[in-house]
């Protein structure tokens, strides 16, 4: 089966501007997970969307935001770009409902500030 | 915080078995322990997870200590490919949903 599709894989943007990275998740996955990695902070979690709900929030400015649609496709978006916000960005999908939840992550966008 | 110490970096001779160590020393009962992996550039990758017994799959064992502090993540015949760091994770299975703490992770070499 497709695994969890990102979009764009590769961006460069300016300081002050805005960006949309998009995520397609596993079929019949219903949460979705967005992740920052930085060389100086590692991986970390930003936020999770579960039935088009945010359901758990890192700690992160709110210029970083996100949103799931009906079908589970989920978006995020971060405004007035700085230029520590050049990282990869990567989403991860996963079925959640019982037991251990394993995430599925997807290949990554990695954006440039400049 | 991770809850979770690991080797900054290990080598290991190709064909060979990698060791991977992980402490939990404050782990919960009910927290289960996961294994991901990130090869270069490439989003993490999921091995394995256990609760309190061994596990086992087409890619990895996972030996869990009696006391459950610790375990200790196998890779039985290492190749090439299997270079990357390797990240243990200590977390509830599915009360916090899609969130994990990483920490800094073990970064495997695997030399010919």
């Known amino acids: 089966k497709a695994g969890v599709t990102q979009t764009p894989r590769y961006l460069i943007k300016t300081r002050g501007q805005q960006v949309t990275l998009s995520c397609s998740p596993i079929s019949g996955h219903r949460s979705v997970s967005w992740y920052q990695q930085t060389p100086g902070q590692g991986l970390q979690f930003l936020f999770e969307?579960?039935?088009?709900?945010?359901?758990n929030k890192g700690n992160f400015p709110g210029r970083f935001s996100g949103r799931q649609f009906s079908n589970s496709r989920s978006e995020m978006n971060v405004s007035t770009l700085e230029l520590g916000d050049s990282a990869l960005y990567l989403c991860?999908?996963?079925?959640?409902?019982?037991?251990?939840?394993?995430?599925?992550f997807g290949a990554g966008s990695r954006l440039t500030v400049l | 915080d991770a809850k979770t110490t690991q080797p900054p970096s290990m080598d290991c001779a190709e064909g060979r078995a990698a060791n991977l160590p992980c402490n939990h020393s404050?782990?919960?009962?009910?927290?289960?322990v996961y294994w991901y992996r990130q090869i270069h550039s490439q989003g993490p990758q999921y091995i394995i997870h256990g609760l309190k017994n061994n596990e086992t799959n087409e890619m990895a064992s996972l030996i869990i200590t009696e006391d459950r502090k610790s375990s200790t993540l196998i890779l039985p015949h290492a190749t090439l490919r299997d270079t990357a760091v390797y990240y243990c994770?200590?977390?509830?299975?599915?009360?916090?949903?899609?969130?994990?703490?990483f920490g800094q992770g073990t970064e495997l070499s695997v030399k010919p």
């Open positions: 969307y579960f039935s088009e709900t945010q359901r």
């Open positions: 991860a999908s996963s079925f959640s409902g019982s037991g251990a939840n394993v995430l599925t």
């Open positions: 404050t782990i919960s009962g009910n927290e289960y």
């Open positions: 994770i200590v977390r509830v299975g599915d009360n916090q949903g899609g969130k994990l703490i």
